[in-house]
Nanobody, 121 residues
Framework: QVQLVESGGGLVQAGGSLRLSCAAS????????MAWYRQAPGKQRELVAR???????DYADSVRGRFTISRDSAKNTVYLQMNSLKPEDQAVYYC???????????????WGQGTQVTVSS
């Protein structure tokens, strides 16, 4: 069984910073991409940032230059450093990993439970 556990959300003033962490555990054989998504009330879940198997990264236009995704492969952990936060960044942030688990014949997506980020203006 695979679990993704997020931490680091909270309340911050506009212009402030937060760092999210997501640790994957369980019977993991290999990873492909790991990513952060977010979902604000009444909106669809959207990709925020992704780190690909070779280490390249992708960002939503709205966060590029302010957010940085990184990955510690030894710890099966992905981070999202969020700087210069804006009220429109307020959402529930979800960790996502595309991975192969022991006993499985196919790669699949796993999700964390979500962590709330609240940005006050």
């Amino acid at each position: 069984q695979v679990q993704l556990v997020e931490s680091g959300g909270g309340l911050v003033q506009a212009g402030g910073s937060l760092r999210l962490s997501c640790a994957a555990s369980g019977s993991i054989v290999a990873f492909k991409a790991m990513a952060w998504y977010r979902q604000a009330p009444g909106k669809q879940r959207e990709l925020v940032a992704r780190v690909n198997p070779g280490g390249s990264t992708d960002y939503a236009d709205s966060v590029r230059g302010r957010f940085t995704i990184s990955r510690d492969s030894a710890k099966n952990t992905v981070y999202l450093q969020m700087n210069s936060l804006k009220p429109e960044d307020q959402a529930v942030y979800y960790c996502n990993a595309n991975l192969l688990s022991r006993g499985s014949a196919s790669w699949r997506d796993y999700w964390g439970q979500g962590t709330q980020v609240t940005v006050s203006s």
